[in-house]
């Protein structure tokens, strides 16, 4: 595609629900990363893939968070047992290359627990 | 203290004024300057990238850093109500962005 595409927009579950978020990077893109973003803040890394390894999982809050990109293309985070301070808007990101290469971000899914 | 330090504003200008936004910084590692813009209930999107000290022009747009200072500035001239949106500096580490907190820009016509 064009750009980042992120699904769904908007994702609202019920507290201690599993949620699986989904990104598909711009097409040839090695590299991925997985960022949240709270209101009136800039986004915070979570995680980082390229290819389909993930690199670096070091911004993941705790072990209820994962993330999987297994054929080196599209990628999904998934929260277990969410919990109501887990909403937040989820932004996933693409560049060609890691290092220096600018990230692309998609539009992002906006995630309530109630 | 947070990494990366942005006014949030948020800044009201005319039409046709110059705006001018900055950010600073702690980390030394930090080794390319970016400004994103975004746009309500849309992604950041990329507008300026930098390495190296000095200024970086691209249309109405003019991106300066000072690693000296660790300081970075973005200049928008002859801005238009299109240009209302937020404005994010952020930085790279190897592949790791550490953003400000955004300011937040309206130019009314």
């Known amino acids: 595609g064009a750009g980042v595409s992120q699904s769904p927009r908007y994702k609202v579950t019920k507290r201690g629900q599993d949620v699986a978020l989904r990104c598909d990077p711009i097409s040839g893109h090695v590299s991925l990363y997985w960022y949240r973003q709270a209101l009136g803040q800039g986004p915070e890394f979570l995680t980082y893939?390229?290819?389909?390894?993930?690199?670096?999982k070091s911004g993941l809050p705790n072990d209820r968070f994962s993330a999987e990109r297994p054929e080196g293309s599209i990628s999904t985070l998934t929260i277990q047992r969410t919990e109501q301070r887990d909403s937040a808007m989820y932004r996933c990101?693409?560049?060609?290359?890691?290092?220096?290469?600018?990230?692309?971000f998609g539009d992002g899914t906006r995630l309530s627990i109630l | 203290q947070k990494e990366v330090e942005q006014d949030p504003g948020p800044l009201s200008v005319p039409e046709g004024a110059i705006v001018s936004l900055n950010c600073t910084y702690s980390?030394?590692?930090?080794?390319?300057f970016m400004w994103y813009r975004q746009y309500s209930r849309k992604g950041p999107e990329l507008l300026m990238y930098t390495y190296s000290s000095g200024n970086k022009e691209d249309g109405r747009f003019t991106a300066q850093v000072d690693k000296s200072s660790k300081y970075i500035s973005l200049f928008i001239r002859d801005s238009q109500p299109s240009d209302s949106a937020t404005y994010l500096c952020a930085m790279l580490n190897d592949y790791k962005l550490s953003f400000g907190a955004g300011t937040t820009v309206t130019v009314r016509a």
């Open positions: 980390n030394s590692a930090f080794q390319y």
């Open positions: 893939f390229n290819y389909e390894a993930q690199q670096d």
């Open positions: 990101a693409s560049s060609q290359g890691g290092g220096d290469q600018p990230q692309h």
